[in-house]
């Protein structure tokens, strides 16, 4: 079976770091791309970057740029999403989708999604 | 403010047919493919169709799309229950690489 599966459900601090991973099985990891899409409580899907696993080729959504890091560990099939100083407006569920070429560049497969909150 | 423009809220009895509409710009709907995603209550988004009407496997064709210039439009017909959701239009955006653009969503209430 095709699937991602992300890390469990994380309670930080303003100020911690943190990095949420996303494992792709059941195809050939490093040959697609991965996404990361934000979803704040009540509120629509926004996209945050996408990620090749074959050579780590990273792009950023301007409004994420700088403000994330993803990246990618072809070896074990796993992408990452990570924040260096998380902030409370980081409380959001995040999550993973591959591009699936298949079915015309879309997403044609989610995570079941990571809920962060972030609360002193 | 999302990308992609979509109404907040779509209502139907069931049996009926509903309409999304998804408006966008030359650089996202007008020049590529335009999809869309079902998110149930509490569920991760699953895509629903993609590329001129093509449906993953067990999507049924009750399901259907339109696009016409820079808009797109997601057809329900023969509502159901089941298809109580949100439902988000998406599409690549060439005015930055590798960028997606997402509607800010339309919720389905089956009245």
């Known amino acids: 079976e095709v699937q991602l599966v992300q890390s469990g459900a994380e309670v930080k601090k303003p100020g911690e770091s943190l990095k949420i991973s996303c494992k792709g099985s059941g195809y050939m990891s490093s040959n697609y791309w991965i996404g990361w899409v934000r979803q704040m409580s009540g509120k629509g899907l926004e996209w945050m970057g996408i990620i090749y696993a074959r050579d780590s080729d990273t792009k950023y959504s301007p409004s994420f740029e700088g403000q994330v890091l993803i990246s990618v560990d072809k070896s074990i099939n796993t992408a990452y999403l990570q924040w260096g100083s998380l902030k409370a407006s980081d409380t959001a569920m995040y999550y993973c989708?591959?591009?699936?070429?298949?079915?015309?560049?879309?997403?044609?497969?989610w995570g079941q999604g990571t809920m962060v909150t972030v609360s002193s | 403010q999302s990308a992609l423009t979509q109404p907040p809220s779509a209502s139907g009895t069931p049996g009926q047919r509903v309409t999304i509409s998804c408006s966008g710009s030359t650089s996202n709907i007008g020049t590529n493919s335009v999809y869309w995603y079902q998110q149930l209550p509490g569920m991760a988004p699953k895509l629903l169709v993609y590329?001129?009407?093509q449906r993953p496997s067990g999507v049924p064709d009750r399901f259907s799309v339109s696009k016409s210039g820079t808009s797109a439009s997601l057809a329900i017909s023969g509502l159901r229950s089941e298809d109580e959701a949100d439902y988000y239009c998406?599409?690549?955006?060439?005015?930055?690489?590798?960028?997606?653009?997402f509607g800010g969503g339309t919720k389905v209430t089956v009245l």
């Open positions: 590329r001129n009407n």
């Open positions: 989708a591959r591009r699936g070429y298949s079915s015309g560049d879309s997403f044609d497969i």
């Open positions: 998406a599409a690549w955006d060439d005015s930055l690489n590798g960028h997606v653009a």
